[in-house]
């Protein structure tokens, strides 16, 4: 296994050439500009800004990949924000990431199918809530207005 993210196994085998040509990780300092009249500008640091990465994938029919399918599956991974551990050599590569986008191009078809397309899948790093998962606001106005008069 060259690397693996959610149920997508990036491998090559006798039968199968699922894999990435292209990986890039971008790492980021978040941090402020404040003027200062008179004298040069302060930096002012806030900390590590969330990593962005992304994979490039081509997939190719004649090496054992259904390019439609495996189209399909990215762009409802981007669609409804999959996220999932990214593995690379069998070792967890950061924490959690999100597909938050991806982008198809240099699509080949014959009269039938899909014969080959490049991916490019875009992740962030996923530092935060799960909103699926968080608590439902409550709009009960009786119980607001008490709150309100306590």
Do not use: P
């Not at 085998?13 to 300092?29: A, D, G, M, P, W």
């Not at 941090?31 to 806030?46: A, L, R």
């Not at 409804?80 to 590569?93: E, F, W």
């Amino acid at each position: 296994m060259i690397g693996k993210f959610k149920d997508k196994i990036f491998t090559v085998s006798n039968e199968q050439i699922y894999t990435f040509n292209s990986f890039t990780n971008s790492v980021k300092l978040s941090y402020e500009e404040k003027e200062v009249e008179g004298s040069k500008s302060k930096m002012y640091i806030k900390g590590a800004s969330l990593q962005d990465l992304s994979l490039t994938i081509d997939l190719i029919a004649e090496l054992g990949v259904d390019v439609e399918a495996e189209i399909n599956d990215w762009k409802s991974y981007a669609e409804i924000g999959v996220r999932d551990s990214l593995y690379i050599a069998n070792k967890k590569y950061g924490g959690n990431w999100i597909v938050i986008g991806v982008s198809v191009s240099d699509m080949i078809s014959d009269a039938k199918t899909i014969i080959s397309a490049t991916i490019n899948v875009d992740f962030k790093e996923f530092a935060g809530q799960d909103n699926s998962k968080s608590k439902k606001v409550s709009n009960d106005k009786s119980d607001a207005s008490t709150k309100l008069k306590e």
